[in-house]
């Protein structure tokens, strides 16, 4: 129904569409998954691959789970356009280790520690067993970039989405580490800002 409503067509009662009217948004649509079988659904849907910052269940590192994930979402694939896959990925560039475990450490441990309750991860972690957990890229900036550099779904991602999410560090860390991730850690991967001139 989501799919149909997105591009222009009927749901619903007779006649009823997005009003007003749209264009074909069904390219738009991305769909998060937990498994191979879910991101083989996605590409035969024709949806946009969305892969999370923690395989929940998983013993093996995220991005040793998650590539075939995303291997067999591009085999899958059989749209027109190309396919799409966004990355969510923890990232938290700082002056060094230390600091940005200051900011990010002990919220990532006890999100971890709630995690455990609900059968996600294992109960009993530490907190340096909780970052790997949530697949965390956290350090001096070439640190995070050599790390990057290591990630295995990283290469066939289209779009790189950073979050410091369950970690909450203060304004000024949050504010630093954007800073950080937008002039030294894209840029080093690759990334140009968009041309904005007129």
């Keep these: ?37 879910g991101a083989e659904y996605a590409a035969r849907g024709g949806s946009n691959l969305l892969l999370n910052r923690a395989a929940y269940g998983y013993d093996a590192p995220t991005d040793e789970v998650q590539r075939p994930w995303a291997d ?13 896959i966004g990355l969510s990925r923890f990232v938290f560039p700082a ?3 230390r600091t940005a475990l200051d900011q990010i450490g002990a919220d990532v441990h006890t999100a971890a520690q709630r995690f455990s309750l609900r059968g996600a ?16 890229f956290y350090g001096h900036p070439d640190e995070v970039i050599a790390a990057l550099r290591q ?18 560090p203060d304004h000024d860390a949050a504010v630093r580490a954007l800073e950080l991730i937008a002039t030294e ?8 800002p968009a041309n904005t001139a007129p």
Aim: hydrophobic content about 45%; cysteine-free; overall charge positive.
């Design 1 to 37: 129904m989501l799919r149909r409503a997105l591009a222009n067509q009927e749901v619903g009662a007779t006649g009823f569409t997005i009003q007003p009217p749209a264009g074909d948004f069904t390219g738009r649509i991305w769909q998060g998954v937990f498994s191979r079988a």
């Design 121 to 136: 991860f294992p109960a009993g972690l530490g907190q340096e067993e909780a970052l790997r957990r949530f697949h965390s």
């Design 185 to 192: 850690v894209a840029p080093a991967l690759g990334w140009k």
């Design 72 to 84: 067999a979402y591009l085999q899958a694939w059989d749209q027109p356009r190309a396919p799409r």
């Design 151 to 168: 990630e295995r779904v990283l290469p066939v991602a289209t779009d790189l989405i950073t979050q410091f999410n369950p970690a909450v």
């Design 95 to 97: 002056k060094d280790s």
